[in-house]
């Protein structure tokens, strides 16, 4: 099967390129960045390489992004004129099935109780991502929902959080403040159900070949939820650092926790990692 995946160069995307070329997929990925194999290198904010790219594929994965600090016209430009060349350059090659990888920052904060897809969307309350994340990112779902409707068969993801061994996102300052004996800052209410790259990875690839996950909206995390001052503390345990504790408030990056309910009862998919992050920092400060 031809596939496109775009934001191919990033961590997800590059992960999610090699698992799909391991399956014996033909996989071309658009980026601003290089990346191996098949790869155009632009922006999809440009509506010429976005019909380059898109030629011939049957399958469209669109994980890039435009992230501009300080600049919201340019990013809420860049990504939402980006949905829109993808969907009108995906109707027209007749594109089989469209994934959008969004995320569960749409939600707001939600507190430690799973929310499910149907939960009402206030992206304006969290600026994880920054100011205008999860508004852009909730406008362009809505944009696929519309393509839906005229024949574009697409699927939207949200995800809050994607960690591996390697990567560990904000934990990664954490261990080193920790290990420096200097005091480990973390936000008070935050957290979320985070996700495994794996079982990520093989949400993708399942979705992909189901016509139940066509016009849906599906949740994407883990199995555990985490609180940040309670991974904090456990990074200072764990390093036996006397670091103190820096717990700091921000009530727009509170804890995201979403339900997957959905994902499992359609696709019959759902997190097999458990409760993994903790290992993850674990195995980081062993030096694997």
């Known amino acids: 099967m031809e596939i496109l995946v775009t934001g191919g160069?990033?961590?997800?995307?590059?992960?999610l390129v090699d698992a799909l070329r391991q399956t014996d997929h033909a996989v071309r990925v658009l980026d601003l960045r290089p990346a191996n194999g098949d790869c155009i290198q632009g922006?999809?904010?440009?509506?010429n390489v976005v019909a380059q790219a898109i030629r011939d594929a049957e399958v469209v994965y669109h994980l890039a992004w435009g992230f501009h600090p300080g600049d919201e016209r340019r990013e809420i430009q860049e990504n939402l004129f980006g949905m829109l060349n993808m969907l009108e350059a995906a109707l027209t090659a007749r594109v089989q099935h469209l994934l959008f990888v969004s995320t569960a920052v749409v939600y707001g904060p939600t507190g430690p109780t799973r929310v499910d897809e149907e939960h009402p969307c206030h992206p304006e309350r969290s600026t994880l991502g920054g100011p205008v994340y999860g508004l852009t990112k909730l406008s362009?779902?809505?944009?696929?929902l519309v393509?839906?409707?005229?024949?574009?068969?697409?699927?939207?993801?949200?995800?809050?959080?994607?960690?591996?061994q390697g990567h560990l996102g904000q934990f990664?300052?954490?261990?080193?403040?920790?290990?420096?004996?200097?005091?480990?800052?973390?936000?008070?209410?935050?957290?979320g159900t985070y996700a495994h790259l794996d079982d990520v990875l093989r949400a993708f690839l399942l979705a992909m070949d189901s016509p139940k996950a066509q016009a849906e909206v599906f949740n994407l995390a883990g199995s555990h939820t985490y609180s940040e001052p309670e991974l904090a503390r456990y990074i200072v345990e764990t390093t036996g650092s006397e670091s103190q504790i820096g717990l700091i408030e921000d009530p727009t990056q509170g804890m995201i926790s979403v339900?997957?309910?959905?994902?499992?009862?359609?696709?019959?998919?759902?997190?097999?990692?458990?409760?993994?992050?903790?290992?993850?920092i674990r195995r980081a400060l062993d030096g694997e």
């Not at 922006?43 to 509506?47: C, E, F, L, Y």
Request: net charge positive; glycine share 14%.
């Open 43 to 47: 922006s999809v904010a440009d509506p």
């Open 147 to 164: 393509y839906q409707r005229r024949g574009l068969p697409a699927t939207i993801f949200r995800m809050h959080g994607v960690f591996s």
């Open 259 to 280: 339900s997957v309910d959905k994902l499992r009862r359609l696709l019959g998919c759902g997190p097999e990692s458990g409760e993994f992050l903790t290992g993850l």
């Open 172 to 191: 990664g300052p954490m261990i080193e403040q920790a290990l420096a004996g200097k005091p480990v800052v973390a936000i008070r209410e935050a957290g």
């Open 9 to 15: 160069a990033g961590y997800v995307g590059s992960h």
């Open 140 to 144: 362009c779902e809505k944009l696929c």
